[in-house]
């Protein structure tokens, strides 16, 4: 063992220890490949092409890390990566698995899915859910049907109807309806304060959050450069990039690909 920490002196074959310029007995001096010679961290990430999960903590502090080396990786309350104190999580929620050199999520049949933070603007189809803030929302059709009198003839007094192309509906724990936004016109934002909808107690929702809008009869969603994004809940699965946040029940995790 002494002789592998050290270099063997070529002239008189006594050991000099690593850093040393010259040999003690004889003076040699040692070569400079061997003194330049460095020794490379043995990592537990053999595998530049692989991937790995971060998990985030409060304030974007980092918590373990979930190297991707198998070629499926069963993330739940069971499974490779396990979160069983999320309530929110299946027991099997989401598989990563790799296609050729690309990482994709599979939503392996979750009751809460799995929500990818959005890059700049994407589709939307009616039903889609997106979460901003701590608030999930469901897009829905803006379906108004014209009032007819009661038999008295009299008309029942409501809120006044926009005639806007589509409604945000604020689901609660449990599935349960909360507020329900219609578009007044082609756009509807939210935000912590001054949209359509807004939550002033939520410390995770930006003061402009993010802009729903009909766009040529396709619903969009852009995020406004929030501090801490949207999120919309993939269909089946995706191909994840370096850099990509996604929630799996109320953990938070970030993508890391080799780029080199």
Same mark, same amino acid.
């Given at each position: ?111 809460? %899915?799995?929500?990818?933070? /959005? ?5 939307? @189809?009616? $039903?889609? +859910?997106?979460? #901003? ?30 005639? %806007?192309?589509?409604?945000? /509906? ?5 599935? @349960?309806? $909360?507020? +329900?936004?219609? #578009? ?44 801490? $994004? ?31």
């Amino acid at each position: 063992m002494e002789q592998a920490r050290n270099y063997i002196c070529r002239s008189c074959s006594a050991s000099v220890p690593v850093a040393h310029k010259f040999c003690g007995r004889c003076g040699a001096a040692v070569p400079p490949e061997i003194l330049n010679a460095r020794t490379l961290f043995f990592s537990d990430m053999q595998n530049p092409s692989k991937a790995k999960l971060v998990l985030i903590r409060g304030e974007g502090m980092e918590g373990l890390s979930y190297h991707l080396r198998a070629d499926q990786h069963i993330a739940g309350r069971n499974g490779n990566l396990q979160f069983p104190d999320d309530p929110f999580v299946s027991p099997r929620h989401a598989n990563f698995y790799y296609r050729g050199e690309k990482l994709v999520v599979r939503d392996e049949g979750s009751l809460n %899915g799995v929500y990818v933070r /959005v890059r700049g603007t994407v589709e939307l @189809a009616i $039903g889609d +859910t997106f979460l #901003a803030g701590e608030q999930l929302f469901r897009v829905e059709h803006n379906t108004i049907s014209p009032d007819t009198p009661e038999r008295d003839g009299t008309y029942f007094y409501s809120s006044p109807k926009h005639p %806007g192309p589509f409604r945000i /509906v604020q689901i609660f724990e449990g599935g @349960a309806a $909360g507020m +329900t936004v219609c #578009a007044r016109s082609a756009s509807l934002q939210i935000g912590r304060e001054g949209g359509d909808l807004n939550f002033p107690g939520d410390p995770f929702m930006s003061g402009t959050h993010c802009r729903i809008e009909d766009s040529g009869g396709k619903i969009l969603l852009t995020d406004l450069n929030s501090r801490n $994004g949207s999120y919309i809940r993939i269909k089946d699965e995706r191909e994840l990039a370096h850099g990509d946040y996604l929630f799996i029940g109320r953990k938070l995790l970030r993508v890391e690909l080799n780029t080199n």
